[in-house]
């Protein structure tokens, strides 16, 4: 076997068996908070869990109580490295077309049944054909998986691909096969009621709009979870969070907290803020199948008409470093390109190159979540911005699903957003600009970067990776076919009564991930 990664490194928290339970409606608002103590860790978030189905793209809430239900084959560390979880070791075949994966044997699902390579088999091939959320984008090399045994999974590929272990490992959450199969499918399998699940605790009450309860497993054996009971608690917005936190009702606030809000608990005695470097980027992409955003010169002035870093000093208070305009960030230092230079603030070439493509009076329209606290804050400042080169933006703050919808239909001038986790160049890159990728939202069609993109998939090293794909990150930069405008460093803030807490890079991951809040206890 070729570049085996042989890892038998001990987990840092065990997972295991799940008592299924049926969602209850509370009929009153009434009932006292749970307070911080040494057996309960509770959790602010500011929205309800919507769907229980972890295959299908989830909310950060979802996703923060179905990760503790569903294990991944890998985890990753504060790096951004993967490491084991329900795989223990992982290895490419010296050709590249098929990829090996072992799995411990210890795991079980909450009926007793064991955690198997075929539940494994079963996921990955469920979502290959029935082809939903960002997994299937990321498996596109896959032919077949089979069993070959109880603990050990191969996977047959169409073609080499180097990412596929990376991206089935850390993005597939593995399903009991003997449960979801019943569904007609799984796609639009609710699974909200008697859960079937294999994580470190177990979902044993929701009172919706108030709480979600989770239980330790107390018989996994080694690794088990310092900490007895996790409370989600449902807030209306971050300064009601915030609030709670100072006063004890919570020990931590899942979500990242506005730039403006961090600044301000900086000093809090009882706070502890944990700083997080993000995976992905903030940026605006422009439709490249809308005149006259189809000639990059037009692309390029509106590159040169934002002001990077007034955005980062005065929207994000400072927390966000400058990615050179590129897609290779400095949080991918396997990766990232030196050479790449920002776009400069510089409203008389933004006019000179609108005057090349002989355009004038340029007006576009430009969507983001209207919800999303940072963009709020710097959609204006780009808008104003423009208007020293002579170009009008209409701002679209929309709600989030219109706002959802209209980027999967390509249907916006401008759009601003930002990625979440962006942590596997070769992978990622051929999602969002391979030509019919999946979150393709800028329409870009390019048969050179479509061709570097495929040679650094094939390449089974990062080393081997790098050369193809920082020219393909160099003509995303060169054509605008993303413009980035930072990269956040996140805080997130919990009560110095706690410690231990495992930080993964990313808004979404941060310190409420398996592996971190397994490992949470109380301080002293």
């Not at 009450?205 to 239980?215: P, S």
Request: glycine fraction near 6%.
């Amino acid at each position: 076997m070729r570049r085996a990664i042989l890892v038998f490194a001990a987990l840092a928290i065990a997972t295991a068996a799940c008592a299924p339970s049926v969602p209850g409606q509370s009929s009153s608002s009434s009932q006292s908070a749970p307070t911080a103590n040494a057996d309960r860790l509770t959790i602010g978030t500011t929205a309800d869990v919507v769907n229980y189905n972890p295959l299908v793209g989830n909310s950060r809430t979802d996703s923060w109580v179905t990760n503790l239900m569903y294990p991944h084959l890998t985890q990753m560390d504060e790096s951004g490295k993967r490491v084991p979880y329900l795989a223990t070791e992982w290895s490419y075949s010296d050709d590249g077309k098929t990829a090996t994966v072992k799995l411990r044997d210890d795991m079980k699902w909450s009926d007793g049944k064991p955690v198997t390579a075929d539940d494994v088999v079963f996921s990955v091939t469920t979502v290959q054909k029935e082809k939903f959320g960002v997994v299937a984008g990321l498996i596109t090399a896959l032919d077949k998986a089979e069993a070959v045994s109880p603990t050990e999974v191969k996977f047959a590929l169409k073609r080499p691909d180097g990412t596929f272990l990376d991206n089935v490992g850390f993005w597939l959450p593995v399903v009991p096969k003997h449960v979801f199969e019943k569904a007609p499918s799984v796609q639009k399998f609710a699974n909200d009621a008697d859960w079937v699940s294999a994580g470190p605790f177990k979902l044993t009450k929701v009172e919706r709009g108030q709480r979600y309860i989770m239980q330790r497993v107390d018989d996994f054996g080694p690794g088990m979870p310092a900490v007895k009971e996790i409370v989600f608690r449902v807030f209306p917005d971050v300064n009601t969070e915030v609030l709670a936190l100072r006063n004890g009702e919570i020990d931590l606030i899942g979500n990242v907290l506005p730039p403006a809000t961090a600044t301000e608990l900086k000093n809090d005695p009882k706070v502890k803020l944990q700083q997080i470097p993000s995976l992905g980027w903030a940026h605006l992409q422009y439709n490249t199948k809308r005149k006259p955003l189809d000639d990059v010169r037009v692309r390029q002035a509106l590159a040169h008409a934002v002001d990077y870093e007034a955005i980062r000093n005065i929207a994000l208070k400072g927390f966000a470093k400058s990615s050179n305009s590129s897609v290779l960030t400095p949080s991918l230092p396997d990766y990232v390109d030196p050479s790449s230079k920002e776009y400069a603030f510089d409203p008389e070439q933004s006019k000179k190159l609108l005057a090349e493509a002989g355009v004038a009076n340029l007006s576009l329209s430009m969507i983001y979540d209207q919800a999303d606290p940072n963009i709020a804050r710097w959609a204006p400042m780009v808008r104003d911005s423009a208007k020293k080169a002579g170009i009008t933006i209409k701002l679209q703050g929309l709600e989030r699903n219109t706002y959802v919808d209209k980027a999967l239909k390509r249907d916006f001038d401008i759009y601003a957003g930002s990625w979440a986790v962006m942590d596997n160049p070769p992978a990622n890159l051929g999602l969002a600009f391979k030509t019919g990728g999946f979150i393709n939202y800028a329409q870009v069609s390019d048969p050179k970067l479509d061709d570097l993109i495929d040679q650094a998939q094939r390449a089974l090293s990062a080393a081997d990776a790098k050369a193809p794909i920082q020219e393909a990150a160099r003509i995303i930069h060169d054509q605008v076919y993303d413009n980035v405008l930072y990269v956040e460093t996140f805080n997130i803030a919990y009560s110095t009564k706690w410690t231990g807490f495992k930080p993964m890079p990313s808004e979404l991951l941060s310190i409420l991930n398996p592996l971190s809040l397994a490992a949470a206890k109380p301080a002293g």
